[in-house]
């Protein structure tokens, strides 16, 4: 009896717990991409990387100075960064949202190609395929989405594809104070 008690004991736990975290992501209390970030209210990192269109050129995180930003990691391996891509270029075009991107763990050539196919949403767009500067930002994949205020300060982070309704509740509102303060 206790050899198969034991088991149905364990396999019954788990299952409440899958049970129950099913429960929170359907009313929307858990997702489990939201992995918290040190950065939150603090100096954003400095980085200092190629520029994958002009490789003499150096994308800096200072280049953003005084100027709320959002910064996009990316890489043409990731399908969200796919799904993404079109929202990205309409809040470049239609917003006038400044965005520097770090393309991640990627072939430039293909980057390149696919900005050239798709179109280019970002202000500058770093090169990063060793992981050199996406470490000290904490990224641990791809997409993910920071917003570092006017001055230099990260105010949230998304992981995952940006879409209308990410904007909305966590990144519009900062460009929105910033254009009132103008």
């Known amino acids: 009896m206790t050899r198969t008690a034991i088991p149905l004991a364990i ?6 717990l899958f049970w129950y975290v099913l429960q929170q992501m359907n009313q929307g ?3 489990p991409r939201s992995v918290p970030t040190q950065f939150i209210g603090r100096t954003a990192p400095e980085f200092a990387l190629p520029d994958l269109m002009d490789p003499d050129s150096i994308v800096r995180t200072s280049d953003m100075a005084g100027q709320v930003w959002l910064l996009n990691v990316w890489g043409t391996w990731c399908p969200e960064c796919w799904k993404e891509h079109e929202y990205l270029i309409h809040l470049a075009t239609r917003e006038q949202v400044p965005i520097i991107g ?3 763990r990627d072939d430039a050539a ?5 900005l050239a196919r798709m179109g280019n949403p970002f202000a500058r767009v770093g090169f990063d395929p060793k992981s050199d500067a996406v470490i000290d930002w904490g990224v641990y994949g791809a997409p993910e989405t920071f917003l570092i ?5 990260v105010r949230e982070k998304h992981t995952g594809a940006l879409n209308p309704q990410v904007w909305q ?3 519009k509102p900062y460009f929105d104070a ?5």
């Open 11 to 16: 396999f019954l736990g788990l299952a409440g």
């Open 29 to 31: 209390e858990y997702n």
């Open 102 to 104: 770090i393309n991640w």
């Open 110 to 114: 293909e980057a390149k190609s696919m």
């Open 149 to 153: 205020d006017a001055e230099g300060i």
């Open 169 to 171: 509740s966590k990144f």
């Open 178 to 182: 910033a254009a009132g303060a103008s």
